[in-house]
């Protein structure tokens, strides 16, 4: 009777082991950098509502940004959604219209967790202007949790490692620049 119960217990084991969901870690970080991707092309676009939604929207949400011209740190989802809401309405847009701007992303490393992740990449801001161009180097670190199937941002940072003289030239022309996500 008791090799019926161990072999019954070994076999429910083995059943909740083979049960539980393997994260598929190449498909995650794939939909981890699209979000990230996507909410990159939204803040270019002062798209405020669809930036937001990339978002998890709580008391441990924080943005350190960090470059030639400042350091701000901020704390709690109120706070990041007053940036946002800053950058994306309230000073909607504060680039001069004959300036393009391009943004690259490589260099990722995820580390995939069942419902979190975080995110190292370098990232390039490419300012064409009529007579000029200037590129903005950083490095941003991602922390990204999964809510209801999908990746959000619970922490951002972005650090300036370059520019620090052009940042100046794009300043005296009204260019927000160190405000990226």
Known sequence: MNNFAFIGALFSVFFMISCNEQVDTESEKKAIIDVINAETQAYMDFDFEEVISYYVHDSLNFRLTT??????????????????????????????????????????RIKVYENAAYVICSEKWTYTMPDDQIEIKSRQVRFMEKVD???????LSFIGTSGYEEEE?????????????
């Open 149 to 155: 199937g999908e990746w959000k941002i619970t922490f």
């Open 67 to 108: 470059g030639a011209d400042d350091h701000v740190f901020l704390e709690g989802w109120e706070e990041v959604e007053a940036f946002f809401r800053d950058e994306l309405i309230d000073s909607n847009p504060n680039t001069p219209e004959n300036t393009h701007i391009a943004v690259e992303k490589n260099n990722y």
């Open 169 to 181: 030239i794009l300043e005296e022309m009204g260019v927000d620049f160190n405000s990226v996500s």
